[in-house]
């Protein structure tokens, strides 16, 4: 059986990148799994343990990056994040194309490490655009939007070897962008 793909799947807190993606893993003909990260961040309304993240504590996530456990992981507006390597190694080996939404930092070294991932970066209109959007979401306070604005600015130069650069000014038209180009990449 062919190895399914790995696709690195990245942009800026708030640019709109879950909506996209919670519609491309509608698309069956696209065979994907989408890799289920470990963090230390709480929980926000709504996120179940084991579908959104395994949220764990502190510790815990230490003792996983002792025992080599993640194919990436990064430190991320103060929580841990990372990716469970047995899970995407399964579900590749196993023909599904396996997508890591995960932020440019852990992007960079899957790029690095997995030479035959594809890279997608999905870009916000314009960085005030974006403020607005983080404020009407309502789900995190001015001052931690400030820090996260700061960062998209940092990822948004960070993320110049990513292959796919794709501006995410009109929703459905970002969706087809990311399925073509997936679907490109799977012939
Ligand atoms: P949020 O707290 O908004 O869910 O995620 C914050 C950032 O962490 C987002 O850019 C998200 O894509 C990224 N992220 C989620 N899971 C992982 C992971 O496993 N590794 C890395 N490096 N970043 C992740």
């Given at each position: 059986m062919k190895k399914g793909l790995l696709i690195i799947y990245s942009g800026p807190s708030g640019v709109g990148k879950s909506t996209i993606l919670s519609k491309v893993l509608k698309e069956k003909?696209?065979?994907?799994?989408?890799?289920?990260?470990?963090?230390?961040?709480?929980?926000?309304?709504?996120?179940?343990?084991?579908?959104?993240?395994?949220?764990?504590?502190?510790?815990?996530?230490?003792?996983?990056?002792?025992?080599?456990?993640?194919?990436?992981?990064?430190?991320?507006?103060?929580?841990?994040?990372?990716?469970?390597?047995?899970?995407?190694?399964?579900?590749?080996?196993?023909?599904?194309?396996?997508?890591?939404?995960?932020?440019?930092q852990g992007g960079l070294q899957v790029i690095e490490k997995c030479p035959d991932a594809i890279s997608l970066f999905i870009e916000p209109p314009s960085i005030e655009i974006l403020k607005n959007r983080l404020i009407g979401r309502g789900t995190d306070e001015i001052s931690v939007i400030e820090k996260r604005l700061k960062q998209v600015k940092r990822e948004i130069k960070t993320a110049k070897s990513y292959k796919y650069h794709i501006i995410n000014d009109d929703l459905d038209k970002a969706v087809n962008e990311v399925i073509e180009i997936i679907k490109k990449e799977m012939n």
């Amino acid at each position: 059986m062919k190895k399914g793909l790995l696709i690195i799947y990245s942009g800026p807190s708030g640019v709109g990148k879950s909506t996209i993606l919670s519609k491309v893993l509608k698309e069956k003909d696209l065979n994907l799994a989408f890799s289920v990260s470990m963090t230390t961040r709480k929980p926000r309304d709504g996120e179940k343990d084991g579908k959104d993240y395994f949220f764990v504590e502190k510790e815990e996530f230490e003792k996983a990056i002792e025992n080599d456990e993640f194919l990436e992981y990064a430190s991320y507006v103060d929580n841990y994040y990372g990716t469970p390597k047995a899970y995407v190694d399964s579900k590749r080996s196993k023909g599904k194309n396996v997508i890591l939404e995960i932020d440019v930092q852990g992007g960079l070294q899957v790029i690095e490490k997995c030479p035959d991932a594809i890279s997608l970066f999905i870009e916000p209109p314009s960085i005030e655009i974006l403020k607005n959007r983080l404020i009407g979401r309502g789900t995190d306070e001015i001052s931690v939007i400030e820090k996260r604005l700061k960062q998209v600015k940092r990822e948004i130069k960070t993320a110049k070897s990513y292959k796919y650069h794709i501006i995410n000014d009109d929703l459905d038209k970002a969706v087809n962008e990311v399925i073509e180009i997936i679907k490109k990449e799977m012939n």
